[in-house]
C-alpha cells in the first residue's frame, strides 16, 4: 500500500503547484529547465558541456521564456518523474514478469537474473535504481528480452521513424483541416461546406485501421501504386500518414470552420472592409490569424492523439517504429523498454507543447501580456 | 407533450422538437436503435453461437446459407458481427456510464469552488490530456490480463478513466458560470448545504450538456477498445477483433473481403449515426457550442 501513497503524494504535489507563487514559479522553472538541460547535454556532449549549458539554459530562460512557458515546466518535470513511477507500479501490479517463461525457472536463476537486469522484487526498489541508472549513468537500461541490447539502441532507429510518421501526419491533418474547415466556414451551407463537414465526420467516425486497410486494399493490391507495409523508402509512408492524420484533420475542420465564422462576424473585419481592401487581403491578413487560435491550441491534443492512433497504424503497415515496441515490451513485461518508450514518447509531447505554447504567445496578445 | 397548437412549451420540449426536425439525427437514432436491437435480441433468441466452427465450410463467400459468409475456421460471420456488436456496443455505454460518472463530480466540485482548487484540479486534466492515453489504457489492461479473459469489466474501468477530460472541462466551465448567479444565492441564503445546491439546483441545469458529449464520447470510446482488440489486448469477441481477423488475411493471392467488409460496415455505421445523434442533440440542446 506504501506505492499508493506515494503516488497521491506525488499527485496532490503536482496539483500543488498551482499554488506556487509567480516569481518562486520563475525561479524553479528556470531551475529545473537548466537542471534537464544540463543532464541531457552532459551524457550527449560530456560533463563541462553540461554544466555550461544548464547555467546558460537557466540563464537564458529566465530572461526570455513568458510565465506561461515557466508555469508548464514547473508542472512537467515533476509530472515526468510521476509518470515513471505510475509506470512502474502499473507494471509491478500485472500478472506475471520479464524472467517467467514456458520452462520453470528455479528461484536462483530468477534471483540471479533479477541482479543482473536490475529488476528487484520491490517496485519501489526498481524506481530508485532506474531513476539513479537513468541520471547518474544516463543509460535506460538493459533490455529484459532482447537479449544484450540496451533500450537506447532498440529505440534509436525507431524513433526517426515514428517521428517522421507523426511529424507528417500531424501538418497534413493541419492542411487538410486547416483548407476544408476555412473553405466551409466562408461558404456556409453550400455544397462545399456539407461535403466538407460530411468528410470530417467520416473522419471522425471511422478507426484509422479502417481507413488504413481500405487505403491498403484500394492503392496496394488493386492499383499497385503504393508497397502494401513495410518501412524504407518515401512510399512507404504516404499511406500510413494519410490514416493517421485523418482523425485530427476532422476536428481541425471543425474547429477552424466555427473560428471563421466567429471572426468574420467581427468588428475589426468590417473595419478591414470598410477601409477598402480587397476580400482576400481581409481573409488572408485579418479573420484567419484569429481563426487559427482555436487550432493551434488543439495542437497539443492532437499531437497525443497522433501518437495513440500510432501505435495501431505501425502494427497495421508494420512500421519498425516506437509504438511497436512499446506495444511489444508491454505484452512480453519488458519493463525497462515500456519504461524507456514512455519517456521518449512523454518528452515528446513536453517539447511540442512548449513549442506550442510559445506560438500561441505569438499569436495571442493577451497570452504575451502576462509575463512580468 | 405539449401538442405544436400549444402556445408554451418547456425548453426540453422545444429542444425535442428541434431534435426531431434534424434529420441526420432521426436517420441515426433509428438505425442504432435496428443495431442495437439485432445484436442484443438476435443471438439470443435463434440460440447462435459465435464459436462453432465446421471445418469443412471455411472462407466461404456470404451466400444464402451464410449471409455474410464463414471465417478460417468456418465460423458463421453473421453471427460473430452481432455477438461482436453486442460487446462494443455494452463496452460503449458501460465506459461512458464511468467517465460521466467521474468527469461530472470531478468537474462539478472544481467549478463549484473555484480559485485555488479549480486552478489545481484543472491542472492535473491539463496534464492528463496531453498525455498519449493509450498507454494508460494498455497498462491499465496488463494488469487484469490474466484473468480478465470475457470478464470485460477491466475495459469499462480503462477505457471510462482514461475518457472523462472533456466532460470535466465542460461541466467544469458551466458550473463555473451558474455559480455567480442568483438562485444558487438564493439557496445559500436559505441555508442549503454545498451538497444540496450542487445536486438540486446547479447540475439540473447542465444535465442537457452532460447528454450531449456522453453522447458523442460513445463512438470514441468504442474506437478506443477496437484499437486495443486490433492490438490483442481485448478481452472479448467484438467489432475491433473481427476488423483485425479481417485485416490480416489481406494478401494478393485470394480475396476474404467479406471478413473485412462485413464488421468494418458495421461499426462504422455504428459510429457515424451515433455521432450523427451526438451532433443533433447538440444542436438542438445547447445551440451556442454549435460547430
Avoid at chain 1, 543509460?139 to 540496451?150: A, D, E, M, W, Y
Avoid at chain 1, 491533418?173 to 461535403?195: H, M, P
Avoid at chain 1, 501505435?311 to 511497436?324: C, D, I
Avoid at chain 2, 484543472?122 to 494498455?138: H, K, Q, S
Amino acid at each position: 500500500m506504501s506505492e499508493a501513497l506515494t503516488l497521491l503524494l506525488g499527485l496532490a504535489l503536482l496539483a500543488a503547484t498551482a499554488w506556487c507563487p509567480p516569481r518562486l514559479t520563475r525561479l524553479l522553472g528556470c531551475l529545473l529547465f537548466g537542471l534537464v538541460l544540463g543532464v541531457l547535454l552532459r551524457f550527449s556532449l560530456g560533463a563541462a558541456v553540461g554544466v555550461l549549458g544548464g547555467l546558460i539554459g537557466a540563464g537564458v530562460a529566465y530572461r526570455i521564456f513568458p510565465l506561461l512557458v515557466l508555469r508548464r515546466v514547473v508542472f512537467l518535470v515533476p509530472a515526468l518523474v510521476l509518470l515513471i513511477f505510475a509506470t512502474t507500479l502499473l507494471m509491478y501490479k500485472a500478472p506475471g514478469n520479464p524472467f517467467a517463461n514456458e520452462r520453470a525457472t528455479s528461484p536462483q536463476v530468477e534471483a540471479a537474473l533479477r541482479a543482473q537486469y536490475g529488476v528487484p522484487k520491490n517496485a519501489n526498489q526498481f524506481f530508485a535504481i532506474y531513476m539513479r541508472r537513468l541520471l547518474v549513468e544516463g543509460t535506460l537500461g538493459p533490455s529484459i528480452k532482447v537479449q544484450g541490447r540496451t533500450v537506447e539502441e532498440l529505440i534509436a532507429p525507431a524513433f526517426p521513424v515514428s517521428l517522421s510518421l507523426g511529424l507528417l501526419a500531424l501538418t497534413l491533418s493541419v492542411i487538410f483541416g486547416l483548407t476544408l474547415g476555412v473553405l466551409a466556414g466562408l461558404k456556409r451551407n453550400s455544397a462545399a461546406d456539407y461535403l466538407s463537414m460530411g468528410l470530417a465526420l467520416i473522419g471522425i467516425s471511422l478507426p484509422s485501421f479502417v481507413i488504413g486497410a481500405v487505403l491498403m486494399i484500394v492503392f496496394s493490391l488493386w492499383l499497385g501504386w503504393l508497397p502494401v507495409a513495410g518501412w524504407g523508402s518515401y512510399r512507404h509512408l504516404i499511406m500510413p500518414a494519410f490514416a493517421l492524420s485523418l482523425p485530427s484533420a476532422a476536428v481541425i475542420a471543425r474547429l477552424s470552420r466555427s473560428g471563421i465564422i466567429e471572426v468574420m462576424q467581427q468588428d475589426f473585419v468590417r473595419t478591414a472592409r470598410a477601409k477598402g481592401l480587397p476580400e482576400s487581403w481581409v481573409i488572408g491578413r485579418h479573420a484567419l490569424r484569429g481563426a487559427i487560435i482555436p487550432v493551434v491550441s488543439y495542437l497539443g491534443p492532437a499531437a497525443a492523439a497522433i501518437m495513440t492512433g500510432s501505435f495501431v497504424v505501425e502494427v497495421l503497415f508494420a512500421v519498425p517504429g516506437m509504438g511497436q515496441w512499446f506495444v511489444k515490451g508491454a505484452i512480453n513485461r519488458d519493463y525497462s523498454v515500456v519504461l524507456g518508450t514512455a519517456i521518449v514518447y512523454f518528452g515528446l509531447v513536453i517539447v511540442f507543447n512548449l513549442l506550442v505554447d510559445l506560438a500561441y504567445a505569438w499569436l495571442d496578445p493577451r497570452v504575451r501580456e502576462e509575463r512580468a | 407533450m405539449g401538442g405544436h397548437e400549444s402556445p408554451i412549451q418547456s425548453p426540453f420540449q422545444l429542444a425535442f422538437r428541434r431534435l426531431v426536425r434534424n434529420r441526420g439525427a432521426v436517420a441515426g437514432a433509428l438505425l442504432l436503435s435496428l443495431m442495437t436491437l439485432a445484436c442484443v435480441l438476435l443471438p439470443l433468441l435463434l440460440k447462435l453461437d459465435p464459436s462453432h466452427t465446421q471445418p469443412v465450410l471455411r472462407n466461404l463467400p456470404p451466400s444464402s446459407q451464410f449471409w455474410f459468409g464463414t471465417d478460417g475456421l468456418g465460423r458463421d460471420l453473421f453471427v460473430r458481427v452481432l455477438v461482436g456488436g453486442r460487446t462494443s456496443l455494452l463496452v460503449g455505454l458501460a465506459s461512458t456510464a464511468v467517465s460521466v460518472l467521474v468527469g461530472v463530480s470531478y468537474g462539478a466540485v472544481a467549478g463549484f469552488y473555484g480559485g485555488k482548487v479549480d486552478e489545481a484540479m484543472m491542472r492535473l486534466v491539463d496534464f492528463m490530456y496531453g498525455l498519449p492515453y493509450m498507454f494508460l489504457v494498455i497498462l491499465i489492461m496488463l494488469m487484469f490480463s490474466e484473468k480478465a479473459r470475457g470478464d470485460m469489466l477491466p475495459v469499462f474501468l480503462a477505457l471510462g478513466l482514461v475518457q472523462w477530460l472533456t466532460m470535466a472541462r465542460i461541466v467544469r466551465g458551466q458550473v463555473l458560470t451558474l455559480r455567480r448567479q442568483e438562485f444558487v444565492l438564493a439557496a445559500e441564503l436559505l441555508g442549503a448545504s454545498d451538497a444540496r445546491i450542487l445536486v438540486r439546483h446547479v447540475l439540473p441545469n447542465v444535465i442537457g450538456v452532460i447528454v450531449v458529449y456522453a453522447t458523442l464520447m460513445v463512438p470514441s470510446v468504442i474506437i478506443l477498445e477496437s484499437f486495443l482488440s486490433f492490438l490483442g489486448l481485448g478481452v472479448a469477441l467484438s467489432w475491433g477483433q473481427l476488423v483485425s481477423d479481417g485485416v490480416a488475411v489481406i494478401n494478393p493471392v485470394r480475396s476474404y473481403w467479406w471478413l473485412l467488409v462485413w464488421p468494418s460496415v458495421f461499426l462504422g455505421l455504428t459510429l457515424l449515426s451515433l455521432n450523427f445523434i451526438g451532433d443533433g442533440l447538440r444542436d438542438a440542446l445547447d445551440p451556442k457550442a454549435r460547430t
